[in-house]
């Protein structure tokens, strides 16, 4: 891996980049981040099929070692980036797309970068081997939206390096103490890259939360903006059972108005959304802000 240390550098912060040829090219690139376990994955599952109900070419691209991002879409887990690259003993040249990329529902193109076995690497270069691989079969030349479903919270350079790419960074909530506070540090992170790269702040997606009353207390404190809300709903948790969307499920007043609101997000993410110069909080002064009554 050539990486390359940026400079003027951010107070405090050490930008790496893993390789300035490669870049993903004309298509939309969306990175979901959010706390671990927030739903992360079922939100860019779901967007990624209200994107190709649009019409657009879609490709998912799953960065956590646990390899579950594309399942619902491919209803089994895909064989990742490092197991293929594993099995031809790192000789890239022997790599077909099939031997990663697989095909999920509506024709979402699904990709699981996987990560290296725990404490031997690094996952920021798991993504950037990934979007190579893309990069030279050509698979992005054709594709209209990108969707990077993120590991857990922002912790290291390696996780936030699909930020690198992205042209918008959305981030998914509940409406509790633990995942704000997540996403005042994932604000942090993304107004960090965003010094050096061309990423912005596209908003926030309200997930599994009856009420969005703290979120948008929170996003009127810093300057950040609720995009969606998805609520606390008994058919995401059957759709994740079940092993496949919310677009396949059996239609219902409640999987029907959840559905339209992802087409909605998917149609304003396409259009463009203008991107949002929020201001993150301090630890201490959020621990105040959230005292709740």
């Keep these: 891996m050539n990486t390359v240390i940026r400079s003027p550098q951010p107070p405090g912060s050490v930008q790496v980049e893993l390789d300035p040829d490669v870049r993903i090219g004309t298509a939309k690139v969306f990175a979901i981040y959010g706390k671990g376990g927030i739903g992360k994955s079922t939100t860019s599952s779901n967007l990624s099929v209200a994107f190709s109900k649009l019409g657009k070419r879609v490709l998912q691209i799953g960065c956590d070692p646990k390899h579950d991002s594309t399942f619902t879409l491919t209803k089994r887990l895909a064989p990742t980036v490092i197991d293929a690259l594993e099995a031809v003993r790192f000789h890239v040249e022997e790599l077909r797309p099939e031997d990663y990329v697989v095909e999920g529902y509506n024709g979402v193109l699904c990709v699981e970068a996987g990560g290296p076995p725990a404490g031997t690497g690094c996952g920021g270069f798991v993504v950037g081997q990934t979007v190579k691989l893309l990069k030279e079969h050509r698979l992005l030349d054709d594709t209209d939206i990108v969707v990077f479903d993120v590991l857990g919270d922002v912790v290291c350079g390696g996780f936030a390096s699909p930020l690198q790419h992205a042209d918008r960074a959305l981030i998914v909530t509940a409406n509790d103490f633990d995942s704000i506070f997540a996403m005042n540090r994932i604000v942090a992170a993304i107004n960090a890259k965003a010094k050096n790269y061309d990423v912005r702040l596209g908003g926030v997606i309200a997930n599994r939360s009856a009420g969005t009353d703290e979120i948008d207390r929170y996003c009127r404190e810093t300057g950040l903006e609720r995009v969606a809300h998805i609520g606390d709903l008994d058919a995401v948790r059957r759709s994740r059972l079940k092993k496949c969307t919310l677009f396949e499920m059996d239609s219902s007043p409640e999987i029907d108005k959840v559905c339209n609101e992802y087409l909605a997000l ?28």
Excluded: H, S, T, V
């Design 266 to 293: 998917a149609e304003r993410l396409w259009q463009g959304i203008d991107p949002i110069a929020a201001q993150p909080m301090k630890d201490r002064d959020l621990f105040e802000f959230l005292g709740f009554d």
